[in-house]
């Protein structure tokens, strides 16, 4: 296994690669074949990624709840040792029912989801859980007290947030520690990182900022792929228009660690490829 550049995952000093894995489309509607995702997970691993993204509704529905989870403990599993020391930074709060996506982040929901979300995963501990999004009828300091008791447990390490402006980190900060906080952001799309202060906030705090949908999202793609700066600056440089995103994320600040979605080898070794990727002042300038 290679040492990707390293990023520290808020103030519990633990490191994790600059990049990580977004599981996500391997549990959604249209995914692909188990070993398919097994194989990408893997390649992550062997590429030296240390962090991957998953939350219990990634799923089909109510009734295939911790599908991913499920699918990431399998390929944990299967790598043994180089597995080791791998963050799964796991999420409740939401609901699938039909299909829908539903924010549920009561107190005992939460309680629920994560000590199913221990036994999906096979662990006695979660390294990060992040509370999925704010419930607009549970005050933030009600859904992370339930997270903060069980950190007390023993059954969380640390405590994420997600989808979350910077009053909202500040709120949660006042009732537990928070390492960390994961909005969308890409470089088409700063509504949820500077247009909302969050990040400025994790800088201050010393929080990490996993950027998600940074390539765009499942209905973002073209924004990033066609997108004609970006599509110049990739081909200065060799690379493509998705790498050229990434690195861009990452000379937003040190605390960003974007977490591209992948259900395809490429994908990921693409993303990886990213890491080595310099943008100077001109592209900078080019890209807006
Ligand atoms: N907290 C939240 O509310 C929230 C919401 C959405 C997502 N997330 C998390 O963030 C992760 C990323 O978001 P996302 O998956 O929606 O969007 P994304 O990372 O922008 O990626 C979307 C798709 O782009 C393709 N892709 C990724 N990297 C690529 C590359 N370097 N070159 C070419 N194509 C590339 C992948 O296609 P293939 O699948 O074909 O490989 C991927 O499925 C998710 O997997 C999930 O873990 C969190």
Known sequence: ???????????????????????????????????????????????????????????????????????????????????????????????????????????ERLREACERSLKALGVERIALYQLHAVDPRVPIEESVGELARLREEGKIEAIGLSNVNAQEIDRAMRVAPIVSVQNRFHVRDRRFAIG????????????????????????????????????????KHGATPEEVALAWLLRQSPCVVPIPGASRLSSIESSVRSLSLVLDAEDLARIG
Not at 5 to 17: A, I, N, Y
Not at 203 to 226: C, W
């Open 196 to 235: 909302n202060g969050a990040l400025r906030r994790c800088e201050e705090l010393g929080l990490a900022f996993l950027a998600y949908a940074p390539v765009g999202g499942t209905h973002g793609r073209r924004l990033i792929s066609e997108d004609p700066a970006l599509r110049a600056v990739a081909q």
């Open 1 to 107: 296994m290679q040492t990707l550049p390293q990023r520290q995952l808020g103030p519990t000093g633990r490191m994790v690669s600059a990049i990580g894995l977004g599981a996500m489309p391997m549990s959604l509607a249209g995914r692909p074949p188990e070993s398919q995702s097994i194989a990408v997970i893997r390649r992550a691993l062997e590429l030296g990624v240390t962090l991957i993204d998953t939350a219990d509704v990634y799923c089909l529905d109510d009734s295939d709840i911790g599908h991913n989870e499920r699918l990431i403990a399998r390929a944990l599993a299967e790598a043994g040792q180089s597995a080791k020391g791998v963050v799964v930074a796991t999420k409740g709060g939401l609901r699938r029912p039909r299909g829908e996506w539903v924010v549920d982040a009561r107190p």
